[in-house]
């Protein structure tokens, strides 16, 4: 059998199986061979066809993971807001600084003054610095434009990064993260521009995957949040939500109702809301970034998720007022001490699980015949080293639709 490419002497964590992860999966003295960017074999040596292989790479007895997947990031946006973290050092809450006319609002106006390639080349260093420690594809939100011209100038932005990195870009309109300044007096006359004029446009440009909203306190309730949903199923998007993370809304439970991908964040998550997102197949993306940058004290129900059989998909949260984090590495190592989640599960959370959050299940996020080629090669001796280590990044190499 001909293939394009073929790795050899290695080790793999396929991620393959439901509730199973990397340990679990585990390949010894295996290859995995690929022809036009896809897999087309992954497994032990002993067990495979005999290839002609344009390429041949020696592992030398390295693991194989997937390439990494960031499947919740605000990586687009102007400015940074480093004042408001040294205020928080004082005391001030989340709440006190958005109210304040901080927060999503601030960025706002950087973003607004910023232009789409400004967005792109401020972009870059961050999705560099991701793509260094094996990631391939990353979730990238608007949110911080707020206006009709400003949202779709983001989505350009994101998708222009497509282009700049070998990398595979989702993107998530969230035109409904906070309320701007033009419409401070009248909420859902803002919701109302989201719906009839924003999602349209951005469905009929082709420019977003999925549709998000904030439901909080602070950002759009459970009514709003329902006109997000309709009007992003009558123009044929799926939906995602920021949900329960100040507060209980129930907003998850609501995502679960129009089979939402994902519900994200998850502090203050109930049973009832654990129990439609395992009934509609909506994956729980935690964000221990967030939760450890704004000093939450209260936990998403990690053991209440894992008894119920809902997915769990970690992510960076990246954004500049409260997770500036561009290390999935670290995510998993914060997830692991700060949310008590397994190694296997921590791994799954970055590649199986998230690539379940964006959709993608069927291309992404395992080792098996068919799927995308997207590697990452790492110098360790075993899986769980990805978890454990702090500050220090072992990827060999990384590999794009075979490349």
């Not at 293939?3 to 396929?14: E, F, G, K, Q, Y």
């Not at 340990?23 to 003295?29: F, M, R, V």
């Not at 607004?112 to 390639?117: K, L, M, N, Q």
């Not at 089979?259 to 395992?278: C, K, P």
Request: some cysteine; aromatic content about 6%; proline content about 4%.
């Amino acid at each position: 059998m001909r293939c394009d490419t073929l790795w050899t002497d290695a080790r793999l964590a396929t991620m393959v199986g439901v509730g199973a992860g990397a340990e679990a999966n585990a390949i010894e003295g295996a290859m995995i061979a690929a022809v036009e960017g896809r897999i087309v074999f992954a497994g032990p040596i002993a067990d495979a066809p005999t290839f002609d292989a344009d390429r041949t790479v020696n592992c030398d007895g390295r693991w194989i993971t997937p390439g990494l997947i960031d499947c919740h990031t605000h990586l687009v946006h102007g400015g940074n807001r480093s004042a408001e973290f040294e205020l928080r050092l004082t005391g001030a809450s989340y709440e006190d600084i958005a109210r304040a006319g901080g927060g999503i609002v601030s960025t706002m106006k950087a973003t607004r003054a910023a232009d789409e390639g400004e967005l792109v080349r401020t972009a870059l260093p961050r999705l560099d610095a991701l793509i260094a420690e094996g990631l391939t594809t990353v979730e990238i939100k608007s949110g911080y434009g707020l206006t009709h011209v400003d949202e779709i100038k983001m989505l350009r932005a994101a998708r222009k990064l497509g282009s700049e990195r070998p990398v595979r870009i989702a993107t998530t309109f969230l035109g409904a993260h906070a309320l701007p300044p033009e419409f401070s007096n009248d909420p859902d006359a803002y919701i109302t521009a989201v719906c009839e004029q924003m999602i349209p446009a951005v469905a009929g440009a082709g420019l977003a995957d999925a549709v998000d909203a904030f439901c909080e306190g602070i950002g759009f309730s459970i009514a709003q949040t329902r006109r997000v949903f309709e009007a992003s199923a009558a123009n044929g998007l799926r939906v995602k939500l920021h949900a329960e993370q100040l507060s209980n809304l129930h907003g998850a439970a609501l995502a679960a109702e129009f089979g939402a991908l994902s519900a994200d964040h998850l502090e203050y998550l109930d049973q009832e809301g654990i129990g439609a997102m395992a009934a509609a197949g909506t994956v729980a993306t935690l964000l221990p970034g967030a939760y450890y940058f704004v000093r939450e004290t209260r936990k998403p129900p990690v053991s209440g998720l894992r008894g119920a059989g809902v997915p769990i998909a970690l992510a960076t949260d990246c954004n500049p007022g409260t997770s500036p984090l561009t290390s999935l590495l670290l995510v998993m190592n914060m997830a692991a001490t700060l949310f008590e989640m397994t190694v296997d599960e921590c791994l799954a959370g970055v590649t199986r699980n998230a690539a379940l959050a964006l959709g993608l299940g069927s291309e992404i996020g395992t080792l098996e015949v068919g799927k995308s080629c997207d590697l990452a090669i790492w110098d360790i001796e075993r899986p769980a080293e990805l978890v454990y280590r702090m500050g220090f990044n072992p990827l060999y190499a990384r590999i794009w639709r075979g490349q």
